[in-house]
C-alpha cells in the first residue's frame, strides 16, 4: 500500500512539471514561432518566405512582414493609448473591403519614397485647351438670285474669292418680262398726266402704283424707280448688285446665262466675324456655358491671340469623337482667320470651390477610388472616396476625405500592396507559402 502511494505522488509530480514546461517552453516556441519574421515582394504580394532575397517573378528584393497583431494585443494596445489616433486606425475594422491600415517604420518610410500632401479647399476654376476649326458666321451668308427670268449680258465679279462690297454691281441681266413692266409703268404716268381734272380721283384706278410695286416686288430699287419716271425711257438691262461686303466663296453666273428665280448665281461671305467650332470633351462640359469668354490661337501667327465668347453648345455629342461642338463668335476685322484654318483654344471654367487632393494620391482599382490617409505615428489608412471633377492636376473629393488630412501621393501601389497582403494574412486567405 505505501508502494502504490509512493508511486501515485511520484507520478503527480511529475505530470505538474511537465505541464509547467510546457507552458514555459511550448508558450515561448508558440510566440518565437509567431513573430518569425517572414518576406514578401511588394509587386506580388501573394509571394511569401520564410529567408530573405529576391522575388522569383520579378526579381525584386524582398521586404518583411510585420506580424499581425493579435486581438488581445490589438485591445492591450487601444488601451494603453486610448487617445492616440493613430493607434485606433491601427486596430479599427477596416473602411475598405480587402484593406486593412499599415505601420511603416519611419526608415522604410524613407526608402520606400513614401510622400504626403494636404487636402485643402480650392477653388475649381479651370481653363482647359482644346483644338477648333474657323468656319463662317451662317448669318453672314448672302445667296444672289434674281426675281425674275432672264439673260445675264454683262458680268462685272467673275471669279471665285473676289472681294466686294455691298451695292457693288454684280452682273446685269435683260429681262423681256421686265422690260415689258416697264413700259407699262411710263404708259401709266403718261395716261394719268392726260387725264382730266374734273375727274373724282377716287373713282380712278391707280395704274402708276400698280406698276410701280410690280416693279419693286422683282427688286427694283427706289433709286432705278425714280430715274425710269425721269427719263421716261425703259432700260434694256437690269444691274444686280451685292447685297453685303465679303468674298465671293461660289458662282454659276456666266455671260449669256438664262437665269431663273430658284438659280443661286453668287455666294457672298461676309468674314468680318468668324466662327470657331471647338471640340469639348466629356470631362470639360461642366466647365463651359453660355458667352463664357474664349482665346483662340493659331500656328501660321504665333503670338496673336483672338478673343470672343462662347455663343451656343450644341446640345447631342459626337459618338465618333466623344465630344461636344462649341461655337465660339470671333470678331475678324483683318480677315486673318480664314474658313477651315484648325486653332487652339482656352475656355475659362469655374465650379466653385472644394475638397481637393493631388491626381497622384488616388488609386482607381476598377471597383472604387482609394487613397491612403496618413494617420501619424508611420500609420496609413486606406479610404474610399466618391470623386468629383478633375480640375488641371486635382481631383475633387466629394466624400472620404475631410479637409486638412495628409493623404499619400508618393509610392502607393507599395502601401497597397502591404494592405492588401496583411488583410489576407489576417484573414487566413490567399497566402502562399514558400520556403523553409
Known amino acids: 500500500m505505501r508502494n502504490f502511494i509512493l508511486g501515485f505522488l511520484l507520478a503527480t509530480t511529475a505530470l505538474t512539471g511537465s505541464y509547467f514546461a510546457f507552458v514555459h517552453w511550448g508558450g515561448d516556441m508558440a510566440q518565437e514561432i509567431a513573430e518569425k519574421v517572414r518576406y514578401h515582394c511588394p509587386m506580388h504580394p501573394t509571394y511569401i518566405s520564410d529567408k530573405p532575397g529576391n522575388c522569383p517573378i520579378c526579381g525584386m528584393k524582398l521586404v518583411p512582414i510585420e506580424p499581425v497583431p493579435s486581438p488581445d494585443q490589438h485591445v492591450e494596445h487601444q488601451t494603453a493609448k486610448s487617445t492616440s489616433s493613430p493607434d485606433q486606425a491601427l486596430s479599427g475594422k477596416a473602411h475598405v473591403p480587402g484593406y486593412v491600415p499599415v505601420r511603416i517604420p519611419a526608415e522604410r518610410i524613407q526608402s520606400m519614397g513614401i510622400t504626403v500632401a494636404e487636402a485643402t479647399r480650392t477653388s475649381l476654376d479651370q481653363s482647359f485647351r482644346t483644338y477648333g476649326r474657323v468656319t463662317y458666321d451662317e448669318t453672314k451668308l448672302h445667296h444672289v438670285h434674281t426675281r425674275f427670268e432672264g439673260y445675264i449680258e454683262d458680268l462685272y465679279v467673275n471669279y471665285t474669292g473676289q472681294f466686294v462690297r455691298k451695292g457693288q454691281p454684280l452682273f446685269s441681266v435683260y429681262s423681256p418680262e421686265l422690260f415689258a413692266t ?14 382730266t381734272i374734273g375727274i373724282n380721283p377716287g ?75 471647338a471640340d469639348i470633351y466629356e470631362v470639360n462640359l461642366p466647365f463651359i456655358r453660355p458667352n463664357q469668354s474664349a482665346t483662340v490661337t493659331t500656328d501660321f501667327k504665333p503670338g496673336r491671340t483672338w478673343r470672343g465668347r462662347v455663343a451656343f453648345i450644341d446640345p447631342t455629342l459626337d459618338p465618333a469623337t466623344r465630344t461636344v461642338k462649341a461655337r465660339l463668335e470671333i470678331a475678324n476685322p483683318d480677315g486673318e482667320l480664314k474658313p477651315e484654318m484648325y486653332t487652339h483654344v482656352v475656355i475659362g471654367g469655374s465650379r466653385g470651390t472644394g475638397i481637393a487632393v493631388p491626381d497622384s494620391a488616388v488609386i482607381a482599382t476598377g471597383e472604387r477610388n482609394i487613397v491612403f490617409v496618413a494617420k501619424g505615428d508611420g500609420v496609413f489608412e486606406p479610404r474610399e472616396v466618391v470623386l468629383g471633377v478633375q480640375v488641371r492636376n486635382l481631383y475633387e473629393i466629394k466624400s472620404g476625405v475631410s479637409e486638412g488630412e495628409q493623404v499619400v501621393t508618393g509610392a502607393n501601389f507599395l502601401l497597397d500592396s502591404e494592405s492588401k497582403l496583411k488583410a489576407a494574412v489576417s484573414a487566413g486567405t490567399g497566402e502562399h507559402r514558400h520556403g523553409s
Open 182 to 195: 416697264q413700259n407699262e409703268y411710263l404708259l401709266a404716268l403718261r395716261a394719268r398726266e392726260q387725264q
Open 203 to 277: 373713282s380712278r384706278i391707280d395704274l402708276v402704283r400698280a406698276a410701280r410695286e410690280r416693279l419693286a416686288l422683282w427688286g427694283i430699287g427706289e433709286k432705278e424707280l425714280n430715274e425710269l419716271e425721269r427719263t421716261r425711257k425703259p432700260t434694256r438691262a437690269l444691274v444686280i448688285t451685292s447685297p453685303a461686303t465679303g468674298f465671293v466663296t461660289a458662282k454659276t453666273a456666266v455671260y449669256g446665262l438664262e437665269v431663273k428665280p430658284a438659280d443661286n448665281l453668287y455666294d457672298i461671305i461676309d468674314l468680318s466675324t468668324v466662327w470657331v467650332l
